[in-house]
């Protein structure tokens, strides 16, 4: 959804804004969109991202665990679950 958007700025901001947008073929609007859209810094974290962010923070704090082979694994489990 599209929404209007008065800004106040200086002539001259205004008419480098025109001389840019004539030479790129870009309307303003789409600049303008397109400098907000481009910079991660600027968005605004859903719920997701915010968990997401401290599970990786969490995970990259914690102790790595010692990995056993499949096949050794597997050998372990058979020789507890039928000895």
């Known amino acids: 959804m599209k929404t209007k958007l008065t800004l106040t ?3 001259s901001v ?9 030479r790129t073929g870009k309307s303003i609007s789409t600049l303008f969109e397109e400098l907000f ?3 991660a810094e ?5 719920e997701a991202q ?6 990786l923070e969490n995970l990259e704090r914690t102790k790595s665990v010692k990995t056993v082979e499949d096949r ?6 058979v020789a507890r679950k039928f000895a």
């Open 50 to 55: 915010k968990a997401a962010r401290r599970l």
């Open 37 to 39: 859209e481009s910079r």
């Open 9 to 11: 700025v200086r002539k």
């Open 42 to 46: 600027n968005r605004i974290p859903t």
């Open 14 to 22: 205004i008419m480098n804004a025109r001389r840019y947008s004539k």
């Open 72 to 77: 050794i694994a597997l050998i372990a489990h």
